[in-house]
């Protein structure tokens, strides 16, 4: 019978810079005896090479082989997800200006985009002429050229995206996520769930 209980806790995803992939990369790891435990986060449960795919699943029941394989009189008990999505991320610190010339286009293309779209949907909807009959049925009489009401409603979509994006500059307004963190999220775990079952399915999964 096993002395000494390990505890297991993989990530569903795990994003790393070195090609060796160790238990510590992907999981996080907790035994009342230090040794066992540095030991068993030091283990290498994968190996990138420069011509292979940068991804790879590996299932949890692999890395629990291994542990007790490699650490004995362990008990491994699995407190997260059942496989690890692997991404070899190979990122240089120095930008060069290739990355500057890519950041300044997707910026573009956001800034511009979004404009185009505001504008578009204003357009569909006629927002001149609603403003111009709002005007003229408060006030009386027609408005000559631009009023205040389309001074008011300029500042309030400035403040509402503002507010949306919940960032005024590189300052975020309150600690809460966004609905677009949140979506990105959602999306990022159904993207990691499709990826892993594909890599099942297709045999290609890490497993025991």
């Known amino acids: 019978m096993a002395s000494v209980v390990l505890y ?8 790393v810079m070195n090609p060796q992939v160790c238990v510590k990369d992907i999981a996080s ?19 990138f090479h420069e011509k292979e795919r940068k991804r ?3 299932s949890i029941l692999k890395v629990i082989e291994l542990i007790e394989k490699e650490c004995a009189g362990v008990s491994v008990e699995s407190l997260g997800e059942n496989a690890t999505l692997i991404e070899w991320v190979n990122v240089n610190r120095h930008k060069g200006l290739m990355q500057w010339i890519k950041m300044a286009f997707v910026a573009a293309i956001s ?3 979004t404009g185009f779209t505001i504008m578009a949907f204003h357009n569909d909807i006629s927002i001149n002429k609603i403003f111009s009959k709002v005007y003229e049925m408060v006030m009386g009489y027609p408005a000559d050229g631009y009023s205040i009401l389309e001074v008011s409603y300029s500042i309030g979509l ?8 919940n960032h005024v ?3 975020r307004i309150t600690k809460d996520p966004t609905p677009i963190e949140v979506e990105m ?6 993207v990691n ?3 892993i079952e594909t890599a099942d399915r297709e045999g290609e999964t890490i497993d025991v």
Do not use: M, W
């Not at 400035?158 to 994006?165: S, T």
């Open 111 to 113: 800034f511009f985009g």
């Open 169 to 171: 500059g590189g300052r």
């Open 8 to 15: 297991l806790k993989a990530e569903q995803n795990a994003e």
């Open 185 to 190: 999220r959602v999306y990022e775990t159904d």
């Open 193 to 195: 769930k499709a990826l």
């Open 56 to 58: 790879q699943v590996i």
């Open 158 to 165: 400035a403040i509402g995206i503002i507010l949306f994006f």
């Open 29 to 47: 790891v907790y035994c009342s005896d230090k040794s066992i435990c540095a030991k068993a986060k030091s283990l290498k449960v994968h190996q």
